[in-house]
Structure formats: C-alpha cells, structure tokens
C-alpha cells in the first residue's frame, strides 16, 4: 500500500497521496481530445493549431506523472514533471487562441478595425505567451526544493501575472474589434461563409476559463506550499483541469482551422533576428 514518503527523507513534496483514480481518468480525457485535435489539424490543415495539441499533450504528461507519484511521493524527478507539464499547457492553448483573432479579423476583411496593426496582432500577443511560458516553466523545478520553493514560487507568479495581463488585453481587443465591426460591418463579414462569429464566441469562453484557472493558479502560489490550495487536491481538479478539459473541448467543437481567410493567410512571426512562417492553405 502506497504511503506519503519524504524527498531524502526530509522534505515533503506532497501533502497528500495523488488520486490515480482522477489522474487516470484525465490521462484517457487528454489522450483522447490530443487525437481530436491532431485530426482536425490534419483535417483543415490549421497548423497555426499544433501549440494547441501540444498544450493537450502536455496534460497528459502531467498527469501520467500524477499517476506514477501515487507510488514514488519522494520521487523529485516525477514531481517536476507534473507541476511543470500543467502549469504550462494553458499558455500552448492560449498561443493557438492569440492566433485565431488574427484569422477572423482578415476573414472578414476587418484589419482597419482592429487597435493593434494586423502585421503585429498575432507576434505581439505570442511573443509575450513564449516569456510567460518560459518563465513558469523554467522556474516550476525551483518550487521542489524547500531551500529554493520560495523564488521558484515568486518567478512562477510572476509568470502567471504576465500570462493574465496578456489574456486581459487580449479579450480587450477582441471586444473593441467586434464592437467595431457591429458600427461598420463590411461586406465581407456579412457574405462570407466561414463561422466567425461562433469562432470569436469560442475565444471568449475559452480565454475567460484561461484567466480564471490563472488566477486560482496566483492564489495557490501566493499561499505557497504550506497553503491551503496545494495541500487538498480538489482545488486543482476543480479550478484548473476540468476547466482545461473543457476549453478543449470547446475549441474542438467549434475549431477556429474552419476560419479561411481570403488571403491564403501568411502569417509571420519574427522572433529576434529569426523568422518563422506558418503557412495556411
């Protein structure tokens, strides 16, 4: 029978034993959405879409690490693995939201309504999704040592205020964009068939539930390691996974890969001195 152990028999990294009941049940959930959208990206060919999958894969890892810490609660290895793995998906998803705006403002030929230039909408919003991932993911290993949890947790909060400045923004955009196109619709927006207005639907429901799991992520982390949050874990069922689930379940049903643009939609995203292209045909 699996009993809490201490890392090097000191340090405590759970307070309770990990559910697998509830790890497994979300290894077979995320495993299963992962193959849904990896089809639809074949599918439609939105690859701008593949961030996406891979924040679906990035649960899965977490919680197969969850699944295997029900044994091996002194296991460090497999305790970064989880807390790192889904603490970052949300910020894969968001990248693949970012970039839908973009689509649906050139789909219904709406550039000149949007506050930020349409060359710079996507780069902007991804570019500030890379620092946050980057700085959650590259300090999540800090919150495993006792002597170093405290700056692992500052970073991983900074991290997430980076994540909901950008998601508030963001929805802010999205607002003033579609207020904008009610006052001075184009013609565009009116004969095209694509599902634009369910698309931007989708990305306020699905980005409200991003900024809502971040913001119950700023608490536990506030209340560090001792707190509450992290010491009984329903809240992280509750607050963070089933609301992940269902925004891929969401972005599923009403995929943003069904939004053509006129254009062909080139978009680039330059990234220092380096240049990546994602092409949509």
């Given at each position: 029978m699996a009993v809490l152990e201490a890392y090097k028999g000191v340090y405590f990294l759970w307070k309770f034993l990990p559910s697998q009941a509830a790890s497994i049940t979300f290894i077979v959930?995320?495993?299963?959405?992962?193959?849904?959208?990896?089809?639809?990206?074949?599918?439609y060919r939105s690859w701008?879409?593949?961030?996406?999958?891979?924040?679906?894969?990035?649960?899965?890892?977490?919680?197969?690490?969850?699944?295997?810490?029900?044994?091996?609660?002194?296991?460090?290895?497999?305790?970064?693995?989880q807390i790192s793995f889904t603490i970052i998906a949300p910020a894969f998803f968001a990248a693949s939201?970012?970039?839908?705006?973009?689509?649906?403002?050139?789909?219904?030929?709406?550039?000149?309504?949007?506050?930020?230039?349409?060359?710079?909408?996507?780069?902007?919003?991804?570019?500030?999704?890379?620092?946050?991932?980057g700085v959650?993911?590259?300090?999540?290993?800090l919150t495993s040592?006792?002597?170093?949890?405290?700056?692992?947790?500052d970073i991983v909060l900074a991290g997430l205020f980076i994540q909901l400045v950008l998601l508030g923004f963001f929805f802010i955009t999205a607002i003033i964009f579609q207020r904008r196109l009610a006052k001075q619709p184009t013609a565009e927006s009116h004969t095209t068939n694509a599902p634009w207005k369910q698309t931007l639907y989708m990305i306020y429901t699905s980005s409200a539930l991003i900024f809502a799991r971040s913001i119950f992520r700023v608490v536990e982390y506030i209340q560090g390691h001792d707190g509450y949050s992290l010491g009984?874990?329903?809240?992280?069922?509750?607050?963070?996974?089933?609301?992940?689930?269902?925004v891929t379940i969401i972005v599923w049903i009403w995929y943003p890969g069904r939004i053509r643009t006129i254009h062909g939609d080139v978009e680039e995203i330059e990234l220092e001195s380096g240049r990546i292209k994602s092409r949509r045909f």
């Open positions: 959930l995320f495993l299963a959405v992962t193959v849904l959208h990896s089809w639809s990206i074949y599918k701008f879409c593949i961030s996406f999958a891979i924040g679906c894969v990035c649960e899965f890892i977490g919680y197969a690490a969850r699944t295997v810490a029900y044994n091996r609660t002194s296991d460090i290895g497999i305790y970064i693995i939201i970012y970039m839908t705006l973009s689509r649906i403002i050139r789909c219904v030929k709406g550039e000149h309504l949007s506050i930020i230039r349409i060359s710079r909408l996507t780069k902007t919003f991804v570019i500030g999704d890379l620092l946050s991932l959650q993911g590259g300090a999540s290993s040592n006792e002597n170093t949890a405290k700056i692992g947790e009984h874990e329903w809240t992280l069922y509750v607050f963070d996974t089933v609301p992940m689930f269902i």
